[in-house]
């Protein structure tokens, strides 16, 4: 009985010791808070993820299946952009129907245009379809400031993840290491795909698609397509008869047989192009996310090279 009340005595003191040493080791300062980043898109949410790693949580508003010019927000995430440390936006004025009035109510200082954690991943981009003199919105177009698509270049999601690996080694200086290490890694991994999708697109070169919305001049400028024409006659404009009929014959002339459609478009008036043309109605997805499988950035580019090389080789 003795010995035993000895070892109890002995297990509480080391219990003891144990919870002392717990309490008095010290932490690392603000090691333990994962930074909290929203984007805009699924996109820049993916590229986010692959230089954050277990340092960040990532969230994106808008959906890979959404347009991304007209996102239906849910009043849900005014909560979490209160408590973003950082919010990446594509900017170019992609979001301006949808954003302001989210980053307003979030009363986040953080991220108000202009705040510490204000990332507007444009800046790092290679930007195509600026508009020479007056930047304008005139008759509704949504690409006042250049194509807002930008994302859709490998090139470009390079240098975006690297803007962003670099604010993230602002933000957490003793992480910097950790940052840098996941941005070299991603660099690797994506030079080596970009790679295999070139040689991939190397055969079907100069070929000529239409598209509904201009949301591929980054793509087709890396992979060598050539866009030839729209369904929409400006951005953001539904088609019109007369537009139509002119695409039409353009499509005859050009012999262009893929039409290629984003998925949150109508495709009552592409079909009856297709129709006219005896082409291909093609639903492409611009977006992380916008197909079940297309869960990170490389598989985006999986998915829509393989399904362009289906429908440029059956209409060849
Ligand atoms: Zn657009």
Same mark, same amino acid.
């Given at each position: ?27 690392? *300062? ?11 898109? /699924?996109?820049?949410?993916?590229? *986010?993820?692959? %230089?954050?790693? !277990? ?13 991304? #010019?007209? %996102? !239906? *927000?849910?009043?849900?995430?005014? @909560? ?11 900017? @170019? ?12 109510? /979030? ?8 705040? =510490?954690?204000?990332?507007? *991943? ?9 508009? /020479? ?35 993230? /080694?602002?933000?957490?200086?003793? !992480? ?27 055969? &079907? ?7 509904? #919305? ?7 400028? #890396?992979?060598?397509?050539? %866009? ?6 400006? =951005? ?26 984003? =998925? &949150? ?19 492409? =997805? ?16 999986? &998915? ?13």
């Amino acid at each position: 009985m003795h010995a035993h009340r000895l070892t109890t005595r002995v297990a509480a003191l080391v219990a003891a010791f144990v919870l002392l040493f717990a309490l008095s080791t010290p932490r690392p *300062a603000r090691a333990a808070g994962k930074i909290q980043i929203m984007t805009a898109t /699924s996109d820049l949410a993916a590229l *986010a993820q692959e %230089v954050g790693g !277990d340092k960040v949580d990532v969230e994106s508003i808008a959906r890979g299946y959404q347009d991304p #010019h007209f %996102v !239906d *927000a849910k009043p849900s995430f005014l @909560l979490k952009l209160k408590r973003a440390d950082l919010l990446i936006v594509v900017g @170019l004025e992609l979001e301006i129907g949808w954003l302001p009035p989210l980053i307003t109510q /979030s009363t986040n200082p953080k991220i108000q245009v202009g705040g =510490p954690g204000y990332f507007d *991943a444009s800046r790092f981009a290679h930007i195509l379809e600026i508009p /020479s003199g007056q930047v304008t919105r005139a008759e509704g177009d949504v690409h006042p400031l250049g194509n807002p698509h930008y994302w859709l270049d490998p090139e470009n999601g390079l240098r975006i993840a690297k803007g962003i690996a670099d604010k993230l /080694s602002e933000m957490r200086p003793a !992480d910097s290491a950790y940052f840098a290490q996941r941005y070299a890694d991603f660099e690797k991994r994506l030079k080596d795909a970009d790679q295999k999708w070139l040689a991939e697109m190397a055969s &079907y070169k100069d070929r000529k698609i239409v598209t509904y #919305h201009r949301s591929w001049p980054n793509f087709a400028d #890396h992979f060598h397509l050539n %866009v030839v024409g729209y369904v929409e006659p400006r =951005p953001g404009i539904p088609p019109s008869p007369q537009h139509t009929v002119e695409l039409i014959q353009q499509m005859k002339r050009d012999n262009v047989k893929v039409i290629v459609v984003e =998925p &949150y478009f109508d495709l009552k008036t592409p079909t009856a192009i297709a129709r006219e043309t005896s082409g291909q109605v093609l639903v492409l =997805p611009p977006s992380v996310g916008g197909e079940k499988e297309i869960t990170d950035y490389f598989k985006l580019f999986d &998915y829509d090279i393989n399904k362009l090389k289906q429908a440029l080789d059956s209409t060849k």
